[in-house]
């Protein structure tokens, strides 16, 4: 294991660099003089405003920079293990406070840290109310999430995975859109309700995990990622634990059947937070899978695979045919996201090169498209205050370089050549077929069906004639969206014409992974002989 | 002689509390209620100076005083530290109120130091007489407090219904210790689990076991002897409550764990599955019940019935991960309630204490710092990552699967998920409710800094490595003398 030669700790660094950030928006406040119902005098409110608006876009870009820097100045993508590796004792007995990345993680930093920034940006003129607290949260939720993906020991995962869901729970809830809802006999707002079930979902499937980890830890005497990667659970134990930690990545995919929570909290999160839930949150997932599922449980892993293709099947075909009949633009994504993380959870459990790159590649991919796409809807929400499909209808006229940029992104969603889409469902599909050309036949479907659904939602938003009277004066994009948007396309048109930088980061530690993974499966076999 | 001498000296902070409870007492004879704020600023500071005194004397290998009554060891110094710290902080947090309520007598920081001088006992027991002694030093101060609003209803009717049922349990307690004693043929802990492994699970001192496990369980407000809890917690005094619900409880459950785990070693096999029955129980009422809850008082009682039930998770373990697990749980949990009653306190609109849970609608605009503070103090509640009270709800759920009791951390973890919504609609009242009138500003800066502190504690200074990695070596530490 190579310890971190750099000196300084750079990953823990980016990781607590906007905590920083939300220490001085809430010192900003400090100076005001509210009155005694802690409103504050609209210039000063505005003064305060705008500071937290600035220092949550300096350090987001500032951590952007940073892990940038990293990434190109002291990443070595060749290696294929952890780098950057950061320890200091923790709770004692095993327990630590260890980061590094490899190549698994290290892309997942940057897309958040680049995915950050235009969250702010997004939120700019759409948050008016508690715009301190707004900021704040999103900059807690970055280092809880940067956390998540530099954090080599098993506690200090969950300790950010669950962390994170605190501050994603208050944006739904507080600058989440209006509406109620019926529920069990009472009223109460949607957003409150979103919030809620994503709270309550998500951490049920994580108890689960939490008394795994405990396990884990009594039986290794460690929570060290890589000292248990090494460690040959045994084969009855690995079902158990397997299945604790499906449950709690699963539902953070999310996967069908326990995919209900994710239609709700994007609908009624804001824009920005719809968009860190689709490009960072479910990718939390995703990772875990790869980081955990597979090299510590690989016999589980096998056994398990059939299940997973069937959810994932499932998802892919079934969702797509839910999104076809949605009438709110950000529900229809939403399912449209469910259906994409099936064919990375379909990819990840070939353990087949394609199929792990590939499901790597698509989170990334769909980390900027349907990203992208949140910010399409956001644009028009923020016009129109409705997300309704009906609402819609000829927007081309008014808005060109709107229609473009949303044609761009929904060819992405589709997966047409030329964009990121493409690349990873085509390489997880290709997995597939080598595992079993059924499987791959009914995952294909699912790649038919969202191109009905996304087209169904570009021709009723875009085309046909502009016919609703308050749509006449309807604004195109203005700069601050074209370079949220702008940006977001390089990223998705240049690693669909040129996937190789990324699939080299991705290429050493997944084919380590897949190494890994067969020998157990073999000295398994070999054992059960 | 000598050696009774030599013994005094292991039990100062005791005989600190007592020799100064007494003399404030008669200093207040003397002076009367206007002497009410000095005494109490004494009585804080005689907590400290006994805290500072348990600190410095703990003797290494733990030292037997009294014949064996009395234990000075490393367990009973990390409960006494943190009982005297939650006794200084109760009389600390009264203040503001017994000045609204016109409540100002010297008797209340007497009445809380003798509580913190039977509590102590409690902590240092070591003989079923001695733990008798010590639950009733400590109860029958603490009825008095309970009912020290005198001329309200409610807070007399909280001091009779706690005197009556604690009596009760107090019975079955002494009966349960003379079915022990009747069996084992002696009331010390040693001499018992000699005769407790000498004999194996004699029936008489299965049910002697039962009976005391009953009367402790009622002290720390376990289910099924959890009923006097919500009444008293929400008649009593708040700043009574917060008394209530932190330095007895520690008190309780360091008992609870010592008359256990010294005298009934060998037959953890028989009391394992009660204890592990308690927890459950416990943590089920706890989590159901405190959903349907308008007031905050009753709310913070089976939340804390509920959080009993998680630290006899640790207690059902057995061991000694598990009597650390314990140590460390209530270390947390006393913080968080401490903090939490700090809240209630500040609660205050019109001159008077509102206790409703829709009072904090929006506190989250109208008063962001408190705000803040409940909602961190909330979630850690709740047990969610990046706060202490996840590392509590961890150590007990390792020290289960350690002692081969998965199950009993896969229910704990199950209904900690019930728990977080009552916690959770807590927090979204305060934040995502349109605001309700605001809390009185800048009345009580004890409070506040209380409250703070507490929230500080919580997140990010317990959580942060050299800090939570010195409290787990400290209960560790505590753990091991008992083994």
């Known amino acids: 294991m190579t310890a971190a030669a750099t000196g300084f700790s750079w990953l823990s660094a980016i990781t607590f660099l906007p905590l920083l950030g939300a220490l001085l928006i809430g010192l900003a406040r400090l100076g005001a003089n509210p009155d005694e119902n802690g409103v504050l005098e609209p210039k000063e409110q505005q003064r305060i405003d705008n500071t937290a608006r600035q220092v949550a876009l300096l350090f987001t870009l500032l951590v952007f920079g940073v892990s940038v820097w990293i990434f190109f100045a002291l990443y070595d993508p060749a290696q294929p293990g952890f780098q950057l590796i950061e320890q200091i004792e923790w709770l004692g007995g095993g327990v630590s406070y260890k980061m590094g990345v490899d190549g698994i993680s290290i892309l997942f930093v940057l897309l958040t840290t680049f995915v950050m920034p235009i969250c702010i940006l997004a939120s700019w003129k759409s948050i008016n109310k508690r715009v301190g607290d707004y900021m704040i949260a999103f900059l807690v939720m970055e280092t809880l999430i940067l956390g998540v993906f530099c954090a080599l020991d098993l506690f200090l995962f969950y300790f950010f995975f669950e962390g994170s869901l605190i501050p994603m729970f208050l944006i739904i809830g507080v600058w989440g859109s209006a509406g109620t809802k019926e529920f069990a006999g009472f009223t109460m707002p949607s957003r409150v309700y979103a919030a809620v079930k994503f709270f309550l979902y998500t951490l049920l499937g994580s108890v689960l995990l939490l008394v795994a980890m405990a396990w884990i830890y009594f039986k290794a005497g460690t929570t060290d990622i890589p000292t248990l990667q090494q460690f040959a659970f045994p084969a009855h134990a690995q079902t158990w634990l397997w299945l604790a930690f499906f449950a709690s990545f699963a539902v953070k995919v999310p996967m069908w059947p326990v995919h209900t929570w994710l239609p709700d909290a994007h609908v009624q999160a804001p824009t920005a937070g719809s968009v860190v839930l689709a490009s960072i949150l479910l990718k939390m997932g995703g990772y875990g899978f790869l980081r955990f599922s597979l090299p510590m449980f690989p016999i589980a892993s096998a056994e398990f695979a059939p299940l997973i293709f069937a959810l994932s099947i499932m998802a892919i075909i079934y969702t797509s045919l839910v999104a076809l009949a949605q009438e709110d633009m950000k529900k229809l994504i939403a399912y449209s996201s469910v259906a994409h993380m099936g064919l990375v959870t379909m990819g990840i459990f070939t353990a087949t090169p394609q199929g792990v790159e590939g499901a790597l590649f698509q989170m990334l991919s769909h980390g900027f498209i349907s990203g992208a796409l949140f910010l399409c809807v956001g644009v028009l929400y923020d016009r129109m205050h409705t997300r309704e499909i009906a609402a819609f209808g000829g927007l081309v006229h008014r808005m060109p370089f709107y229609a473009f940029l949303f044609l761009f992104f929904t060819m992405g969603n589709v997966g047409l050549p030329g964009v990121s889409g493409f690349v990873g469902e085509f390489l997880t599909l290709a997995g597939a077929f080598k595992y079993n050309t059924w499987i791959a036949f009914f995952a294909t479907t699912g790649v038919i069906l969202s191109a009905a659904y996304a087209l169904r939602l570009y021709r009723k938003v875009m085309y046909g004639e502009l016919t609703k009277t308050n749509l006449m004066a309807i604004p195109d994009v203005d700069q601050r969206e074209l370079v949220m948007l702008g940006v977001l396309m390089a990223f998705a048109l240049y690693l669909g014409v040129n996937p190789s930088p990324a699939l080299s980061v991705f290429a050493p530690a997944s084919d380590h992974l897949i190494q890994n993974y067969n020998a157990a499966l073999t000295a398994f076999a070999g054992g059960a002989q | ?483």
């Open chain 2, 1 to 483: 002689m000598t050696d009774i001498m030599n013994g005094f000296s292991y039990a100062i902070p005791e005989v600190m509390l007592a020799v100064g409870a007494m003399a404030l007492l008669i200093a207040g004879v003397f002076f009367g209620d206007k002497s009410a704020k000095p005494i109490s600023l004494a009585a804080v500071l005689l907590l400290a100076a006994a805290l500072l005194a348990a600190l410095f004397i703990e003797p290494k290998q733990g030292a037997s005083l009294f014949g064996g009554a009395f234990r000075a060891d490393a367990f009973a110094t990390f409960a006494k530290i943190i009982i005297y710290a939650a006794g200084a902080f109760a009389i600390l947090m009264s203040d503001r109120y017994l000045a609204g309520e016109k409540l100002g007598r010297f008797e209340y920081p007497v009445l809380i130091v003798l509580a913190t001088f039977g509590m102590s006992l409690m902590a240092s027991a070591n003989d079923l007489i001695s733990l008798y002694m010590g639950i009733e030093t400590h109860s029958l101060a603490l009825y008095i407090l309970a009912a020290f609003n005198r001329d309200s209803r409610r807070s007399t009717e909280a001091g009779l219904k706690y005197f009556v049922l604690g009596a009760l349990s107090s019975g079955m307690l002494l009966y349960g210790a003379s079915l022990i004693y009747g069996f084992a043929g002696s009331t010390s802990f040693q001499e018992i689990a000699r005769v407790a492994s000498a004999s194996g699970a004699d029936a008489g001192l299965i049910v002697g076991l039962v009976f005391l496990i009953s009367g402790l369980a009622f002290k720390v407000s376990a289910a099924p002897f959890h009923m006097w809890a919500p009444d008293v917690y929400e008649g009593a005094p708040t700043p009574v409550t917060a008394f209530f619900a932190s330095a007895p409880k520690i008190a309780g459950m360091a008992l609870f764990v010592r008359a256990l785990v010294a005298p009934f070693p060998d037959i953890i096999d028989q009391w394992r599955p009660v204890i592990a029955a308690i927890a459950i129980a416990s943590m089920l009422i706890g989590a159901f019940s405190a959903i349907a809850q308008t007031n905050i008082k009753r709310l913070m009682a089976y939340s804390s019935i509920g959080h009993m039930g998680y630290a006899l998770i640790g207690l059902a373990a057995g061991t000694k991960e598990g009597v650390s697990a314990v140590l460390i749980y209530m270390a947390i949990y006393v913080v968080m309630t401490i903090g939490t009653f700090a809240c209630i306190l500040l609660m205050r609109r019109r001159g008077g204490l509102t206790e409703n849970i829709s009072d904090l609608a929006g506190l989250s605009r109208t008063n962001g710092p408190m705000g803040l503070v409940v909602t961190i103090l909330f979630f850690s509640l709740a047990g969610v990552p990046v706060t202490a009270g996840f590392f509590g709800k961890w150590f007990v759920f390792v020290a289960a699967v350690n002692a081969h009791m998965v199950w009993l951390a896969v229910v704990g973890a199950v209904i900690s998920v019930i728990s977080a919504y009552y916690y959770l609609r807590v927090v979204w009242i305060m934040w995502f409710n349109d605001p309700a009138p605001a809390f009185e500003r800048g009345t009580a800066p004890a409070l506040g800094f209380t409250a703070a502190l507490c929230a500080v504690l919580i997140f990010p200074i317990l959580v942060m490595p050299p800090f939570i990695g010195a409290l787990i070596v400290a209960a560790q530490n505590a753990a091991a003398a008992l083994f």
